[in-house]
């Protein structure tokens, strides 16, 4: 279904790259593990190299992912995130974390970030503090 919609497809080595036409919606197709890569590529944005002995991320063969900077949510009519802003922004911008812990959340919030529901997701930023356990999706 998703493979239909994101006709646009780019080969990579771990992963091909969907998205539309005009490249606004993108999502990634993982071919491949990653188990053999201690830390992520050094151009990811929030990369946190730690030398990890069964790879940086828990990413599955054959699932896809969205990178969460450009995901927005609807909830009751509203468009969430209000502002548009990435991630690191955001983080950047409130007062949930003290600075130090901004620096290192930043790469970890969405580490090994594939649910197979939203209440899965909602679990993990109740835990990571990002939003209130009473917030709804």
Known sequence: MIEGNLPHKETRIYFNLLSTV???VRAYSQKRDVKDRPNPPQEARYRDPRNRKDGYANYKVGKVYFNFDE?????????LPKECKSLSELLDDSDILSDAEKTRQKS???????????????????E?????????L
């Open 71 to 79: 995901v927005c949510l609807m909830s009751k009519g509203d468009i």
């Open 108 to 126: 970890l919030i969405f580490y090994n970030c594939a649910h197979e529901s939203e209440v899965g997701l909602k679990d993990q930023l109740i």
């Open 22 to 24: 005009d490249r606004k």
């Open 128 to 136: 990571k503090q990002v939003m209130a356990r009473d917030n709804k």
